[in-house]
């Protein structure tokens, strides 16, 4: 747990900016490739190792400290959910009807995605919660998050191994 610390701190700041409206539209792109640069100097500073950090250390680094985003985030996410009963998801449902009149396949298909994101909208209103959001916000943060963690880890492991050839 240790090695992956600096993972795990990088990974709940990336997770709590992921939920900050506004800041949350830069997630993927930004913030998350950062906090995995941001692990691997904290990982430096705590092993007191200055030298070229290898990829394959760097994809570790930024694995995790997807993975521990995505975790942090998807909480946070749920937890203000519950509480406001009140999400982004509530706000452009009106537009999906528009959006899914697009859609190549039958009208039943499109009704049956329409009527079920309206079942997750109500679950939210009323109760604060609903499984299938909760699992889909999950399983799309458990696979978009560590991708971009990765290659920001890659580009900081890049980064950071010039540096420390200059010197």
């Known amino acids: 747990m240790k090695k992956y610390l600096p993972a795990l701190v990088a990974g709940f700041g990336a997770g709590v900016l992921a939920v900050v409206p506004i800041v949350k539209s830069f997630s993927c792109c930004l913030i998350i490739p950062f906090a995995a640069i941001v ?16 990829t394959s250390k760097a994809l570790m680094m930024g694995l995790m400290t997807g993975i521990y985003a995505a975790i ?16 982004d998801l509530l706000y452009v ?3 999906l009807k528009g959006f ?45 998050n560590p991708i971009f963690g990765m290659i920001g880890a890659l580009i900081g492991a890049k980064f950071i191994n010039s540096r420390a050839n200059r010197v």
Do not use: H
């Not at 942090?72 to 999400?87: A, Q």
């Not at 109500?122 to 604060?128: R, Y």
């Open 39 to 54: 692990a691997l100097i904290l990982d430096q500073k705590a092993n007191k190792s200055f030298g070229a950090i290898e």
């Open 100 to 144: 899914v009149d697009q859609f190549p396949v039958t009208n039943d298909v499109k009704q049956q995605v329409l009527d079920l994101t309206n079942n997750v909208v109500n679950s939210i209103k009323t109760d604060g919660f609903s499984l299938l959001y909760s699992v889909s916000l999950l399983i799309n943060n458990l696979i978009i």
């Open 72 to 87: 942090f985030g998807t909480s946070f996410e749920l937890l203000i959910t519950f509480i406001t009963k009140n999400n």
């Open 93 to 95: 449902v009106n537009d």
